[in-house]
């Protein structure tokens, strides 16, 4: 979508992990997360001219209004920053509309070098940027958790991280993060990750007070892993899928999920086939469209075509429907914010 707004696009972010070039927008009470910064969002057919007043747009299809979107105002906790003096929103943003969200390390061991890194990630222009820091403290995290619940109605947490050179991948300092956040905010949370070498980390993640996991696989099959995340392939599939049985025994059935980036070259068939054998191990296959960030490996890359990804969703959505898995039983993460896809709205809701 192209954003008109004399003001500038407000809450985006260009570069980072997650939605990077997106804008929350809410249409008919569901909140999508859709680009407005990158290559393709240039050439899209949708356009958002902002009313006068800038909390409300109309949204056109060539040059034809045909809908009113809303999207959230600036968050109040966005104002305040550390005793230190970090502004709290180069420390956790807001995701959609109630998600706080961070990369607690905003490097990754496979970014930077081409024979490495993942050729749709972000990681590394937020820093470069100066919108955030390198490492988020446990202690920051905590005081801008608890003012993002009082201030902003935030309901949970989701904590990322760049993949670091150690055996538990980043799961010590989410581990850390995650018990000082809960206890100053009492908050739900998800930690995601790469799989740590020792299984292990699961039972510590827990007892910290991380309440749902992911562990993202992103493409599905080891052809597309290995053109597009060369080092992260290097862990293969089968290890995520004996990751994904330790951790739902942990967890619980539908509180460990995957990330899933369709329109890298899996096809439908070969998305599906992996999601009802996620779903029959118990994990939630948060499947959503590739976006080609501006800045990264893949930036001309077009998106998927709308038919591929609807005919995906729908596919995924029955899975969900047969095995009665629910984004809305997650208790904290993306499945149950679910902004970043269309899966959730095309889910049986419950009777
Ligand atoms: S689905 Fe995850 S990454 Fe996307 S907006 Fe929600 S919390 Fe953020």
């Known amino acids: 979508m192209r954003w008109v707004d004399p003001n500038g696009p407000g809450l985006s972010r260009s570069g980072g992990a997650g939605p990077s070039d997106h804008k929350a927008i809410t249409l008919e009470h569901q909140t999508v ?10 050439l899209s057919p949708y356009s958002a001219q902002v009313r006068p007043g800038g909390a409300a747009a109309t949204l056109f299809r060539a040059g034809e209004p045909i809908a009113d979107i809303t999207f959230p105002p600036q968050p109040h906790f966005y104002r305040l920053s550390t005793a230190d ?4 929103w180069k420390i956790a943003t807001l995701h959609a509309t109630d998600v706080l969200a961070t990369t607690v390390l905003q490097t990754c061991m496979r970014y930077g070098n081409r024979e490495t890194a993942c050729q749709f990630c972000a990681i590394g222009q937020s820093l470069a940027a100066k919108s955030t820091i390198p490492e988020k403290t446990p202690e920051q995290l905590a005081e801008v958790a608890s003012a993002a619940a009082r201030l902003d109605g935030v309901k949970h947490v989701v904590l990322t991280t760049g ?17 000082a956040i809960k206890a100053a905010s009492g908050l739900p ?7 740590p070498a020792d299984f292990g980390w699961f039972e510590r993640l827990r007892a910290a007070g991380v309440d749902s996991l992911g562990l993202h696989l ?24 004996e990751a994904f049985a330790s951790a739902v025994r942990v967890f619980g059935r539908g509180q460990v999920s995957t990330y899933i980036l369709a329109g890298l070259g899996d096809s439908r068939e070969e998305i599906l086939e992996m999601c009802e054998r996620l779903v ?16 990264t490996a ?6 998927p075509e709308p038919f591929f990804l609807r005919d995906t969703l729908d596919g995924v959505a029955a899975i969900l429907a047969r095995h009665e898995l629910r984004s809305s039983d997650i208790k904290a993460g993306c499945g149950r914010c679910g902004a970043c896809s269309t ?7 419950r009777a």
């Open 343 to 349: 899966l959730k709205a095309r889910e049986v809701p």
């Open 85 to 88: 003096g970090v502004p709290y």
């Open 280 to 295: 029959g191990l118990g994990v939630y296959p948060f499947v959503v469209p590739f976006v080609p960030i501006a800045g």
């Open 189 to 195: 949370l998800q930690a995601q990750c790469e799989p």
């Open 298 to 303: 893949l930036e001309d890359e077009p998106p």
């Open 163 to 179: 993949t670091p050179r150690t055996a538990d991948r980043g799961a010590q300092v989410l581990a850390d993060c995650a018990r």
């Open 218 to 241: 992103e493409a599905v099959t080891e052809r597309v892993r290995q053109r597009i995340m060369p080092g992260k392939a290097e862990v293969p599939v089968g290890v995520y899928l």
């Open 33 to 42: 997360m859709v680009p407005i910064l990158n290559h393709a969002s240039a």
